[in-house]
């Protein structure tokens, strides 16, 4: 029976995935949290505005890393539905941490109500605080805690899972950034997006709990193709019970995993936030109002994640003056944290026939002769500042954030 609670949400939907480009954009920019900024976010960074939102949302200190760094936890909403949420389990991927305050912005002006009415979060900002300070992706221990969900040998991995189990969500948000190496299949365009419903066994059965994330994943896909279209990648499901997606989608809760990837340009990762605001809404609002997993089955329209690009790529390049063949030089940038300050400093990754890899800058050599910037032969390994092309200097532009 159609009930009017059910013609309330319907329409409530409706409304929400109506909302044009322009206006979510407008609402957006409102609500994004202009204190973080790039792609170094600590404890540090986050500590005065959570305790801002102290105040109005449920504020806590859940456990501590192996530095002894608090792991904060929100609880937001009072609905029925329960959404866990976690970020920077890798402590070098904060773009969703970013995005996650420019939710919690909406939410603290009352935007977004619906998801407050009908769901209850628990968000964990940064799961791996002591990676953060040190922008690696593994903790203080140099263990993965995403390779951790069964031994939980780690305080922080312990932390998530009994999180999980006192909490015990209808849904989990599993939150990533990805390196700029994965294009969204063979469309020429990189993943900025990328989504995964984890395996729950080694076939990779379709068992209703991974066609509920599935459902949620092709609503998300379907409405950010309209301003990010074919930028979309979808993980390989391969199973790997030790990874927490896995675990918690075995243990029958539906678990969505976001990967913050590469747009255009954009390495301090502003534009791909924008993208994942948007991401988080559609399926907050999708899981508060009830996912029909018939929905699942376009989700596996979405082209699988490759690892096909390239920072930069000096196409046609003559290694030696005398010789008749030219090569390709892919140059991928390194990510160092010097005092508080990420660098990406570039370094030659590959020499070779490149054709069927893409990068994001593409520098065409015309068969001349390139030498690094020593004027001395190119070689893998070598950090490459800028090259000599035609004995004029051609800068590989480094950033830092």
Known sequence: MFTNVNLQMYTFVLQI?????????????????KSLFGRYITNKIIEGLLDNFSSVFQFSTIGYSVEHRPIFSLKVGQGDTKILLWSQMHGNESTTTKALFDVLNGFSKGKFSDILENCTLQIIPILNPDGAARYTRVNANEVDLNRDAQNLTQPESKVLRACFDSFMPHYCFNLHGQRTIFGAGR?????????????????????????????VIALINEQIQKDLPNAIGRYDDGFNINCVGDTFQSLGVPTILYEAGHYQNDYDREETRFFIFKSLIYGLKSTATGVRIDNFKSYFEIPQNEKNFYDVIIRNSKLLDNSKSTVDIAIQYKEVLEDSIVKFIPFVEKVENLENYFAHNNIDAKGALVLDQDNNAIEVSNEIVFVMLNNRKILIKSYTF
């Open 17 to 33: 995935f109506l909302m044009t480009s322009e206006q979510l954009t407008d609402l957006y920019n409102s609500l994004k949290e």
């Open 187 to 215: 469309t020429g365009n990189s993943a900025t997006l990328s989504f995964l419903s984890p395996a729950e066994d080694t076939e990779c059965t379709l068992t209703v709990t991974r066609k509920k994330a599935m459902s």
